[in-house]
């Protein structure tokens, strides 16, 4: 109101000053070192601590995000803040997971005027989410119930990682928004027949819908990685694409089909699943997949005829 608009006007100067304090970005070369410098920091490729340095890219992230302030935001690995701080302005709640204890100091002094960000020394691998994303809602009672998980992720534990939240259907996620390495987000989104397509490409597309939103250079990241790097969006699926009688089962089977990729379906399928070669040509046959079929053409439906097909046959 009127009141904000005469205040504006009286201090423009402070005003601004503070903005430009509060909006000083980490995600710089300058920024970056300094912070590493005055906390004695050297980036641990065991950790896989590679820093966005573009500010560009941050902004892009959380383009990508889409976020708003009803939004609870997950971040695995803060790193030095700098995707937390753009998070922080766009998102109502940003809730940051680090493990790297020596991130810590040079996490609270860049963040110190990001007050919607929860700082946690924790594991992402193997935090209790469910816990953490609960007493976040019981405290902001206001903010969406399904959260984003945004990240750049350390890439020595992509998939595991991505594995949890495709895995744990309990957790209320809506969007990941992951900065992954390129041929792991090509491999995410691949349709059948593509050489990119796999187990992992099923397991991302039976709960969501994959779409690669933009490709980075090793050259945003201090230090560079070795290869070039991709932000992935899934957005999750009002129900999984197939419904296959025994999820378990399905996955199985699709790990099977890929397993020994050098032999046919047949083959790879009765030996991994231990099944008689009858029963497996059999299904097939039911599922009306054809026995020289390769598992890369295997569409999700088609995986999920012939795991049922198995079940039944099978016992
Ligand atoms: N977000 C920062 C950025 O974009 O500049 C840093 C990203 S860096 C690729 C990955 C971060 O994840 C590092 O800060 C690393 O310490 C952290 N990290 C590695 N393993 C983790 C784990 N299991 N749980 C939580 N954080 C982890």
Redesign the pocket.
């Known amino acids: 109101g009127v009141l904000q608009i005469l205040t504006g006007l009286r201090y423009p100067d402070r005003m601004s000053q503070r903005d430009n304090m509060s909006e000083k970005k ?2 710089t070369p300058s920024v ?1 070192r300094n912070l590493m410098q005055t906390h004695t920091i050297r980036a ?1 490729k065991s ?7 573009e500010p560009q890219v ?1 902004d892009n992230i959380v383009t990508a995000a889409g976020c708003d302030k009803q939004d609870l935001v997950l ?10 701080q753009a998070l922080s302005n766009t998102a109502g709640q940003v809730i940051a ?4 204890q020596s ?1 810590i100091p040079a996490l609270k002094q860049s963040l110190a005027a990001c007050a919607n960000v929860q700082l946690l020394h ?6 209790d989410l469910s816990r953490i994303l609960a007493e976040a809602y019981q405290a902001s009672p206001n903010l969406r119930p399904d959260f984003m998980a945004v ?7 992509t998939t595991p ?1 991505l594995l949890r939240f495709l895995q744990q259907p309990d957790l209320p996620w809506r969007r990941l928004v992951f ?1 992954v390495q390129k041929e792991l987000a090509e491999r995410m989104q691949a349709a059948p027949g593509s050489k990119d397509y796999g187990a992992l490409s099923l397991a991302v597309q039976y709960r969501a819908q994959a779409r690669l939103a933009f490709s980075v250079p090793p050259s945003v ?1 201090l230090p560079r990685p070795k290869v070039a790097s991709a932000v992935i969006v899934l957005e999750r699926l009002a129900a999984p694409s197939v419904q296959p009688v025994d999820e378990d089962l399905f996955f199985a089977v699709i790990r099977a089909g890929f397993n020994q990729r050098r032999k046919t379906l047949p083959n790879s399928l009765s030996s991994v699943l231990q099944l008689p070669k009858e029963q497996v040509n059999a299904a097939l046959a039911a599922a009306g997949v054809a026995p020289e079929r390769r598992a890369e053409t295997l569409t999700m439906a088609e995986f999920a005829r012939l795991a049922d097909e198995i079940k039944n046959i099978s016992g």
């Open positions: 980490i995600a970056t641990k950790l896989g601590q590679n820093f966005i340095i941050i971040e695995i690995g803060p790193g030095l803040g700098s995707l937390t997971l680090e493990i790297d991130l924790a594991d992402a691998m193997t935090a990240a750049n992720l350390p890439y020595y534990i990682l900065m990241f």
